[in-house]
Nanobody, 127 residues
């Protein structure tokens, strides 16, 4: 059974940091592009980061998080991590990881490009 599980969300003050985990089961995440999305209340789900299959290792970030967020893979753990620094109130949202099979360097930024989704984890940035 294919499953993605996010963890690491919570409440953090502006300027703080959090690290989200996305752990895969039922498939080998190395052969999948892993994307991170977020959805704030009343807004559409937006792509914020993608890492291509681990054999290629290309990363993409949306402009609003570039330089503050970074994504890494831990192949031995079948997991991908999203390190989020310098968090702002506008980063408040439910964060999701998603996976789509690929063996090339392409990154995927749209919701409909992904086959598997995690359940989401809430991040609230507030003082």
């Amino acid at each position: 059974q294919v499953q993605l599980v996010e963890s690491g969300g919570g409440l953090v003050q502006p300027g703080g940091s959090l690290r989200l985990s996305c752990t895969a089961s039922g498939f080998t995440s190395n052969d999948y592009a892993i994307g991170w999305f977020r959805q704030a209340p009343g807004k559409e789900r937006e792509g914020i980061s993608c890492t291509s299959s681990s054999s290629v290792g290309v990363n993409w970030y949306v402009g609003s998080v570039r330089g503050r967020f970074s994504v890494t893979r831990a192949n031995s753990e079948n997991a991908v991590y999203l390190q989020m620094n310098s968090l702002k109130a506008e980063d408040t949202a439910v964060y999701y990881c998603a996976a789509t099979f690929t063996l090339n360097s392409r990154v995927f930024t749209r919701v409909n490009e992904y086959d598997y989704w995690g359940q989401g984890t809430q991040i609230t940035v507030s003082s």
